[in-house]
C-alpha cells in the first residue's frame, strides 16, 4: 500500500508564475489535508478537503490560493502569482474516513517550491 | 495556537530511554494527545496517541498523567535515527483534523 504521493518533490517558479501542488492520498483515504511549512517554523494547517468538498479552509490565504480534492484523481493545491514568500514546503495528509473515530493522519514527503 | 508546551531541545545517549514531556493544561475532556515527529525536513510521521489511558506500541511509550495536564513520550532504546523534532498535539476525537503543531522539541540522539 503506497504511502501518500505528491509531486512535483521540488518546484521552482518565478515571482508572478502559477504554482501546481499534487497529492495522492493513500488508498482508501478519502480525507485530504494541506500544511506549510516556511522555512525554520512549524507546520500550518491550509486547508481540509474531502472528495469534491472543501471542509475547513481557515488556513488558506484570502487570495491566490484554492485547492480541490475532485471525484477522480489527485488533490491540487494551487498558488497563482507566486511571490517569494510562498517559498515553502507544502505538505499533504490524507486519513480515513473518521466518523467517530479518532485518526491518524498519514503524511506525504512534501513539495518544496521556491520563488525566484 | 499550540495547546502545548515542550522543551525546545534535548539530548539522549544512543541505546538509552529518551523521556520527552509535554504540558497540556487546557486539554478538554474529549481531546487526545497525539505526538508526531519530523526527521529532517521529511513529512511528519504518526507515533503515538492517547486519551487517558498509557499506550504503548512498537515505536514508543506515552504515559499521560492522572489529571491529564501533561504527558510524556517514551522512546525506550534510542537510536540516531530517533533525532528528529517531536510534536505534542492536543485534537479532538477526529483527530486527524486540523493537527496545530507548535515548535516542537528538537531531540538529539548522541552516538
Known amino acids: 500500500n503506497a504511502g501518500v504521493m505528491q509531486n512535483p518533490r521540488h518546484l521552482v517558479r518565478r515571482r508572478g508564475q502559477e504554482a501546481r501542488l499534487r497529492c495522492s492520498p493513500m488508498k482508501g483515504h478519502s480525507h485530504v489535508y494541506w500544511y506549510r511549512q516556511l522555512p525554520e517554523e512549524g507546520l500550518k494547517f491550509m486547508v481540509y478537503l474531502q472528495k469534491e468538498n472543501i471542509i475547513d479552509e481557515s488556513g488558506m490565504p484570502k487570495e491566490r490560493f484554492s485547492a480541490e480534492f475532485p471525484k477522480e484523481g489527485p488533490s491540487i493545491l494551487r498558488i497563482q502569482q507566486v511571490v517569494r514568500g510562498d517559498s515553502a514546503a507544502y505538505f499533504c495528509?490524507?486519513?480515513?474516513?473518521?466518523?467517530?473515530?479518532?485518526?491518524?493522519?498519514?503524511f506525504g514527503q512534501g513539495t518544496r517550491l521556491t520563488v525566484v | 495556537d499550540a495547546k502545548t508546551t515542550q522543551p525546545t531541545s534535548m539530548d539522549c545517549a544512543e541505546g538509552r530511554a529518551a523521556n520527552l514531556p509535554c504540558n497540556h493544561s487546557?486539554?478538554?475532556?474529549?481531546?487526545?494527545v497525539y505526538w508526531y515527529r519530523q526527521i529532517h525536513s521529511q513529512g511528519p510521521q504518526y507515533i503515538i496517541h492517547g486519551l487517558k489511558n498509557n499506550e504503548t506500541n512498537e515505536m514508543a511509550s506515552l504515559i499521560i498523567t492522572e489529571d491529564r495536564k501533561s504527558s510524556t513520550l517514551i522512546l525506550p532504546h534510542a537510536t540516531l535515527r530517533d533525532t528528529a523534532v517531536y510534536y505534542c498535539i492536543v485534537s479532538g476525537i477526529q483527530g486527524a483534523q486540523k493537527l496545530v503543531f507548535g515548535q516542537g522539541t528538537r531531540l538529539t540522539i548522541n552516538p
Open positions: 495528509a490524507s486519513s480515513p474516513r473518521t466518523g467517530r473515530m479518532n485518526t491518524e493522519a498519514f
Open positions: 487546557t486539554i478538554s475532556g474529549n481531546e487526545y
